[in-house]
Structure formats: structure tokens, C-alpha cells
């Protein structure tokens, strides 16, 4: 109202000694436009540290380029490019650009076509890997449909091709590192820096204790062996905490321990909790892919309470793999090819395994006494 004064509801007295309706002499003293001003700078000088290799021939499916570094403090982002036309000019397209942008801890890919560039991605598969001062190893391995990113041994993000296609690039080169180096091979396993995967252990029933020889540490968006299979009778055990702000999680059972040549995966099992979150109930969505995706089965079938513990098993039956979380079925989708090719675990997303483990299954979900 006119004359009347209008107090914020927000300007309340601090722990640290602010009055009421005042700023912080700190804060008034500080020089925003100043820092902006620095910032803009720092981007500046990133871009004019950069190391540029020109591809004596065309990337094409399996061509490996593995870019090593350190980031330091004044350069606050650097970048790998996968381009073509004039690296110099900053106007030459970029079919790749893996942008790490240490301050806000995200990488964002991108494509740049006529000076303009597309949708950014973000998203990854496993937490921001980058550290101020520490040195890095990124593989690029390039296949027909996509490239796929690992960083230190472990595969990060994959990004699909766009116009222009990274299989007419004729540059590669790293911005805003000065130590950066850059080779490029061909490769026939991806990520070359990989650590042996796990072996996913037997138990004499599904509340056995775990053998000392148990892995007692499961990473989140790792691979394991099942060198055995799944013997028919047989389950495999998953159990972990959910991630508190829940969004999706996958696991596959596949034919080979590896992220690339591409397996085949006998069961996907996927249960998205972003799909219209609402609702009382996730989606579960089933398939098998070999060398293509075949026909979904889709129920909203699963309950599961974000950042709760829960236990996820899948059974191999007579002619069919039965999937449960906490004893409840949740689906089922029949063999699409012969479960004996079964030999690798893969989970991804918001499912922090902590044992994982092989056993018989009783008349589900009654447990052995």
C-alpha cells in the first residue's frame, strides 16, 4: 500500500552478524564484474592453449584416440574436438566437442554445424571424474553409430553421431591443457585401461553368509563375469541401496564381459522411475538385444522406495527369466536365445550394488531355512 512499509521476509538476523535490511561489508566491497571479468579471461586463455593433430587418415569403427593431461587452477575448462575445416579460426565444424568444465563439475557434449551448435548433453554414467592438478587418461573409441568416452579405464558417457559425422573429421585436438597429449590407433577392445572385471560368486542359498574371498567393494556401472552362467534352477542376487532421488537403473545380462564390440544381452532389465514419478508404481520395461533391439515388454509393475536398501534377483526358469525387487515380481520375459551364452553382469545407473551373488532358487521368493 501507498506510505505503508513493506518488510522482507527474507532479511531476518544471521548467525554471523548481519543486521536486519543491511548487506555484508564483505559482500560490498566485492567486485562481481571483476570476477566475471576473470572468468571471461580464464576461457579466453583456454582456448588459446590447445594442441591440434591433423589425421593422416579418416576415422572409422574402431579408431582409438586416447588424450592425456592436467588440469590446472588458471584454466578453468578445456575441451576435447573432433572437427574438420580451419581448427585456428573457431569457426570450423566440431562433430565431437567433450567439454570439462571443472567449476560447475559436469562435461558437456555438442556438435557445431555453420557456427552454430546443437542440443547439449550431459548425463553420464558414473559421478564428474575430474580433479584440479591431477592427471587424466580419456579414451575416444569410435564406432559406426556413436563414440563412446571412458576416463581413467572407466567408460563415462557415449554421444551419438550427429551432421557432421566424426568419420569425416580430419583434426583432433585438446583445448586448455597445456600438457596435453594425443594419440591415435586403432583399437579391438574398449576401454583399453580397464581393470580385470569381477567375478560374480557362488552361494549355497540366498541367505548364505559371504566367503572371505567375496568382493567386499561392487562399483556402481561395472561389469562382472559369470564365467559358469546362470545354471537353470539358479538366481542372481543383487543387492543394494537405491539412489535418493531416483530416476533409472539397468541391468543386463550379456554374452561377453565388455562395454565394446557391443555384446548381446540376453535380458535388459529396466526400471525407469522418471516416467510420470506420481504414479504409485515404476515402469519396468524387458528386451534382448542382438545386434538389434527387439520387442519391449513394458508393466508398471515395480514399487521400490527411493533411497531405501532393496534386493533385485533375476531367475532362470524353464523357458523363461523371472525378475523380482524385494520378493515382488515385477516381470518376465521368455529366452530369446539359448541362456547357456549368458557369461557377463552389467548394472547401470541408480543402483549402488553392495553384494551381488549367484545361487540356487527355492520356490521364490520362500528362502531356505
Not at 588459446?48 to 584416440?65: N, W, Y
Not at 590407433?185 to 559371504?210: C, G, H, S, W
Request: charged content about 20%.
Amino acid at each position: 500500500m501507498p506510505g505503508e512499509v513493506v518488510g522482507c521476509i527474507s532479511c531476518i538476523k544471521m548467525n554471523f552478524g548481519v543486521q536486519e535490511g543491511t548487506i555484508p561489508r564483505d559482500f560490498i566491497e566485492y567486485d562481481f564484474a571483476e570476477d566475471a571479468l576473470d572468468f571471461e579471461t580464464q576461457l579466453a586463455e583456454a582456448r588459446d592453449v590447445k594442441f591440434t593433430q591433423v589425421l593422416a587418415e579418416p576415422l572409422s569403427i574402431g579408431s582409438h584416440i586416447v588424450c592425456t593431461g592436467t588440469p590446472s587452477e588458471d584454466l578453468p575448462w578445456f575441451a576435447v574436438n573432433i572437427g574438420m575445416g580451419d581448427p585456428d579460426s573457431g569457426h570450423g565444424d566440431i562433430a565431437v566437442h567433450f567439454n570439462v568444465r571443472l567449476p560447475q563439475r559436469y562435461v558437456v557434449r555438442n556438435t557445431r554445424r555453420h557456427s552454430k551448435w546443437g542440443t547439449e548433453e550431459t548425463t553420464a554414467f558414473r559421478l564428474f571424474p575430474f580433479k584440479m592438478d591431477r592427471p587424466f587418461t580419456i579414451e575416444v573409441l569410435v564406432d559406426e553409430k556413436q563414440t563412446l568416452w571412458a576416463v581413467d579405464g572407466e567408460h563415462y558417457c557415449s554421444y551419438a553421431h550427429r551432421q557432421p559425422s566424426p568419420h569425416v573429421a580430419t583434426w583432433v585436438q585438446v583445448a586448455g591443457v597445456r600438457n596435453a597429449t594425443l594419440n591415435i590407433n586403432k583399437t579391438d577392445i574398449y576401454p583399453t585401461m580397464a581393470p580385470p572385471p569381477i567375478e560374480v560368486p557362488l552361494r549355497a542359498f540366498i541367505d548364505a553368509p559371504p566367503e572371505p574371498s567375496e568382493p567386499t567393494c561392487w562399483r556402481a556401472n561395472a561389469i562382472a563375469t559369470l564365467s559358469n552362467g546362470v545354471p537353470e534352477g539358479h538366481q542372481l542376487v543383487i543387492h543394494g541401496r537405491l539412489r535418493p532421488m531416483l530416476h533409472s537403473f539397468a541391468v543386463d545380462l550379456m554374452d561377453g564381459a565388455r562395454e565394446w564390440p557391443a555384446p548381446n544381452v540376453h535380458v535388459h532389465v529396466n526400471v525407469r522411475a522418471h516416467v510420470e514419478p506420481h504414479l504409485p508404481r515404476q515402469l519396468v520395461v524387458l528386451n534382448a538385444w542382438y545386434g538389434a533391439w527387439g520387442l519391449e515388454r513394458r508393466q508398471r509393475t515395480a514399487r521400490l522406495v527411493p533411497g531405501t536398501q532393496t534386493t533385485f534377483r533375476i531367475i532362470r526358469g524353464a523357458g523363461e527369466w523371472s525378475v523380482y525387487a524385494d520378493d515382488s515380481m515385477i516381470g518376465e520375459l521368455e529366452f530369446r536365445a539359448a541362456p547357456e551364452g549368458v557369461k557377463a553382469l552389467r548394472f547401470r545407473g541408480d543402483l549402488y550394488p553392495e553384494q551381488v551373488y549367484l545361487c540356487p532358487a527355492t520356490n521364490s521368493p520362500v528362502r531356505e531355512e
